[in-house]
């Protein structure tokens, strides 16, 4: 049976998340270390004894849910549950580079700290910012709304089911585009736990800073199936993937025509490796065949392991 696993991203972070699995798996704990040793960032500490506040910086977020997710995935393979495709969401796209072998785990790590820090100083720059959930309406809705309200700062970020889409922009301009959806019949608005108005224009200048710093990075061809957020399709070579890293920073996540491309590939079982259940939720909500199963946590990866 082809399995595909799905790695969540940012906004899916709590504290003390991973802890069942580095005590379970040594894949796990070859995550910890090494992801440790590439950022210089303590990451059992960070996650075993952090507040919800230090995981808050991106810089912090971004390396602690790549580590879980990676430490999920390795714990589903331990126990003998494959993994024949891979997609991640924002941030979760990096494990599934490693997990393609388009990078190796130190490369990876080294990559999404510098990323993490770039897009930590551009938000910075631009002041209060951040993104919100548009519960309730669909994605073209939004679209529409804000354009018609000519808001500026504002951006539909995250195309996430046919009711669901996330917008980011600055502080003022959420503030009134907040009210701009609710009257155009958003049933709830939500703000992310997120520091920056990730997926948006407004993010552009780490995209042009990290697109240097990658300068002679070799991205290898996937080994197995890997989905892009920018495009919503397979990748085809380590060139494509390389260029998406670059251009996904400032692009929307197409989560919606990603989900389809996944749902084409074939596969019997589809699994959420990583914190959270934002991407079981989504797929529920298109209704797609297998189901997603959440494996994110020991007690998760057990149950998934007895249905195998």
Known sequence: MKNCFLFPGQGAQFPGMGKDLWEASAGARKAFECASDV?????????????????????????????????SAALLEE?????????????????????????????MFRLVK????????????????????????????????????GIAGVFVANYNSPIQAVVSGTEAGLAEAEKVLAAAGARRLVRLKVSGPFHSPLMGEAGKAFEKELGGTVFSDPS?????????????????????????????VRWIQEEASILAGGYGRI?????????????????????????????QAEAALKKA
């Open 39 to 71: 950022t210089g960032i303590d990451i059992k500490k960070l996650l075993f004894e952090g507040t919800e506040e230090d995981l808050k910086p991106t810089n912090n977020t971004q390396i602690a849910v790549a580590t879980v997710d990676v430490s």
């Open 79 to 107: 126990r003998g549950i494959e993994c024949s495709g891979c997609a991640g969401f924002s941030l979760g796209e990096w494990p599934a580079l490693y997990r393609s072998s388009v990078l190796d785990l130190e490369t």
């Open 114 to 149: 510098i990323r993490g820090n770039l897009m930590d100083e551009n938000a910075k720059r631009l002041g209060p910012s951040g993104m919100t959930a548009v519960l309730g309406l669909a994605p073209e809705k939004t679209e529409k709304t804000l354009a018609e309200a």
């Open 224 to 252: 197995i199936a890997l989905y892009s957020n920018v495009t919503g399709k397979p990748v085809a070579s380590g060139t494509e993937a390389k260029r998406l890293c670059v251009e996904q920073i400032s692009s929307p």
């Open 271 to 299: 699994l959420e490796t990583g914190p959270g259940t934002v991407l079981s939720g989504l797929w529920k909500a298109i209704g797609y065949e297998p189901a997603c199963e959440t494996a994110g946590n020991l007690e």
